[in-house]
């Protein structure tokens, strides 16, 4: 089923505690939701760079598969920029420098043949331009949304409307916790879902993640990553590799609740399996060489290592 | 099999961020470790209290049906005692006072009738007095060790001398960084696994755990728990419920390196669940009133939960 993931688009240069250092490579949530919910099935992008954006980058994303016709490359407009730097643990960054640019200003435009999108991202971002996006697509069947603590902390009311619109909320743990004002990462995710998702999902990085839903409760581990070159763009492409399951399987319908219990540890395991490669390099490097079979290989061995049952 | 554990027994005063407050419970890591081992058959214990160790907290070990034989109750001698207080995220916790008495003197005797002991679990405590321990059981079939950072400051060339007679190290993540200087866990565990030990357990509290084994490095999650009401001795019955269900299985022979890859990752999904029910309550109150059906019900749920196999 047509799946849409709306976000960023940027140019990223990162540094990491080994004294590794990319410049100006791709970058933002729009471009790893859909490089890893590429692996899946078709992925349509809702974004906006500037006159900036290298033809190398919009060329990175159609080798996907990407349908790029709502990437906007607006005139006069310059491409969101942001520098970080990793710390010792890889666990935390700091960001050196960013600029928002044309994030700053109007949202893209849907392109109308976008109109039939069924699965539907909406990436990290202002939460009133989040409500706005999920109305331009009248046959939504399954709506997933990613928050951060920016709008947590501004927008508060508008995002406790933003969850009784949703299927989906996808956020980290620290999140969670400022949210509803709870440490405990199950208990949090417990109370997100009397505030209007049928699931909540939420992302520990190496530690994996916890996930409620009406059925129950879960975790899964991270894959085991002995090197991580660069986290960056790990929970965008976990979020794709989650919604292009889902929307490959067309989980959506069928049950009560959308998506089974599950059919969602399924997703989440091949979110996770999908974001154990992107950490292996910069940017979309890993991804761009990544094969289905790759994929498929190392899903089977993560769901080996989680097997618990039989011979008892 | 039989299985013994050497560690201490304490008399333990807890205070939780909620304001709830327990003083002089049953406490140590034999205590815990035994107290969770039980479920899954007989395990011996050996340790030393003072001659105030209170006769209710010696019936409570009875009670599980634990060998008590090598518990030491030395005239004179006052009991380990240790206070501490958890801080609001319950991951971290302060030592508010510490009194070693007996466990700062000589250890106590290994009885005569536990020498056939093929299990062997050498809790936290001072490196000699491990390396001296595990000479007691010339049956050994299997020897697991835990350790803390007080002994890898304080004896890393003792204790480098140990994992090359242990053939499992469990520790805490931090510990592991400490002992390795490496900061990713999953690095830190594949590094520990070149020094001796046949496989090593990192444990990351909520997080679950990591493991090495030479057929592979594995993750397990925590069993999700929405309420943590006392993280106490979490680690000692995760260690207890591990080695229970090996010593049960028998699982220490037959293979190169002792246990299989699939026991070990049973074995520590076992443990993982009796912590979860130690969290429940202070000290070892949930423990006392759990059932082995309760048991293999939250096993089964948990391998439930971890299941990702068939109808792709």
Redesign the interface.
């Known amino acids: 089923m047509s799946l849409v993931v709306t976000g960023s688009v940027g140019i990223d240069t990162i540094e990491t505690p080994d004294g590794q250092r990319r410049e100006e490579v791709l970058g933002g949530s729009c471009a790893y939701f859909a490089a890893a919910a590429s692996f899946y099935g078709p992925v349509r992008i809702v974004g906006v760079a500037g006159e900036d954006f290298p033809p190398k980058h919009a060329e990175t994303l159609k080798r996907f598969g990407i349908d790029t016709r709502g990437l906007e490359r607006r005139e006069g407009g310059k491409t969101f920029r942001w520098s970080g730097k990793y710390l010792?643990?890889?666990d935390h960054r700091e960001t050196t420098a960013i600029s928002l640019n044309v994030l700053g200003e109007a949202p893209a435009p849907v392109p109308k043949e976008y109109e039939d999108s069924a699965f539907v991202f909406l990436a990290n971002g202002p939460t009133a331009i989040q409500r706005q996006f999920l109305r331009e697509f009248p046959h939504r069947k399954l709506v997933v949304a990613d928050t951060m603590d920016l709008w947590i902390n501004t927008t508060r009311d508008e995002l406790l409307a933003l969850l009784k619109e949703i299927d989906g909320l996808v956020l980290n743990y620290d999140e969670a916790e400022l949210l509803t004002g709870m440490?405990?990462?199950?208990?949090a995710a417990?109370h997100l879902l009397t505030l209007g998702p049928k699931f909540v999902v939420v992302k520990?990085g190496?530690?994996?993640c916890?996930f409620a839903h009406e059925d129950?409760?879960?975790?899964?581990?991270?894959?085991?990553?002995?090197?991580?070159v660069d986290p960056t763009g790990a929970g965008d492409s976990f979020a794709g590799g989650m919604m292009g399951w889902l929307a490959a399987n067309n989980a959506a319908t069928g049950t009560k609740s959308g998506i089974s219990f599950h059919q969602l540890?399924?997703a989440l395991?091949h979110g996770t399996v999908i974001a154990s490669f992107t950490i292996e390099a910069f940017s979309l490097e890993r991804l761009s060489k990544l094969t289905r079979g790759e994929v498929d290989e190392r899903?089977r061995h993560?769901?080996?290592?989680?097997?618990?049952?039989d011979e008892?």
Chains 1, 2 share one sequence.
């Open positions: 010792e643990n890889m440490k405990n990462t199950v208990a417990q520990k190496e530690h994996g916890v129950g409760i879960g975790a899964l581990p991270a894959y085991p990553a002995e090197r991580v540890k399924r395991a899903y993560y769901a080996e290592m989680l097997h618990l049952k008892e």
